[in-house]
T-cell receptor, first 117, second 109 residues
Framework: GAVVSQHPSWVICKSGTSVKIECRSLDFQATTMFWYRQFPKQSLMLMAT?????????EQGVEKDKFLINHASLTLSTLTVTSAHPEDSSFYIC?????????????FGEGSWLTVV | GQNIDQPTEMTATEGAIVQINCTYQ??????LFWYQQHAGEAPTFLSY??LDGLEEKGRFSSFLSRSKGYSYLLLKELQMKDSASYLC??????????WGAGTKLIIKP
């Protein structure tokens, strides 16, 4: 079946530095990729939607200059957290949509735990 | 507005059957997904319903009624590993999933 790979699974970075998270669809071309963050015991919060070759659409309240999203190909999207602060520590999850007519399936990556110290 | 309504928590016994209900309101509709999420892990795809009726997949079945804005996930022969949160997520007209807080399912021996 379709697989979405996310890397790294765990990352610790110093406050003020930047960190990049990759999301790859391994055996399909993703029409659209989504980036979420999730705090413990809370629901998934959509950060942005990205389509290959175009600028990402950010949700209200998400700083586009802080959370840089690049979707250079149909199989790869990256999220870069710039000038990270401890409050950015969270679980970041990507998902990819495969759409064929009325059938849509969305697969999630394994998630990336970011800790900013 | 858009919203999801699921029970916050349910408890069931190993080997039994449990039904998790979900009602939803969305702007447009492009199907409904059910995901399983264990603590500290990303959601795992369980099912996708776009037409009314029951979809069966092994121990898990999912039902959809679009006119009622209602779905349920049925889990049979419960196992301890089924203890997790179950997320009902309809897809709106922009192909975005709408998320609620999910239902935490606790399985007891």
């Amino acid at each position: 079946g379709a697989v979405v790979s996310q890397h790294p699974s765990w990352v610790i970075c110093k406050s003020g530095t930047s960190v990049k998270i990759e999301c790859r669809s391994l055996d399909f071309q993703a029409t659209t990729m989504f980036w979420y963050r999730q705090f413990p015991k809370q629901s998934l919060m959509l950060m942005a939607t990205s389509n290959e070759g175009s600028k990402a659409t950010y949700e209200q309240g998400v700083e586009k200059d802080k959370f840089l999203i690049n979707h250079a190909s149909l199989t790869l999207s990256t999220l870069t957290v710039t000038s990270a602060h401890p409050e950015d520590s969270s679980f970041y999850i990507c998902s990819a949509r495969v759409g064929q007519g009325d059938i849509n399936t969305i697969y999630f990556g394994e998630g990336s735990w970011l800790t900013v110290v | 507005g858009q919203n999801i309504d699921q029970p916050t928590e349910m408890t069931a016994t190993e080997g039994a059957i449990v039904q998790i209900n979900c009602t939803y309101q969305t702007s447009g509709f492009n199907g409904l997904f059910w995901y399983q999420q264990h603590a500290g892990e990303a959601p795992t795809f369980l099912s996708y319903n776009v037409l009314d009726g029951l979809e069966e997949k092994g121990r898990f079945s999912s039902f959809l009624s679009r006119s009622k804005g209602y779905s349920y996930l049925l889990l049979k022969e419960l196992q301890m590993k089924d203890s997790a949160s179950y997320l009902c997520a309809p897809m709106d007209s922009n192909y975005q999933l709408i998320w609620g807080a999910g239902t935490k399912l606790i399985i007891k021996p």
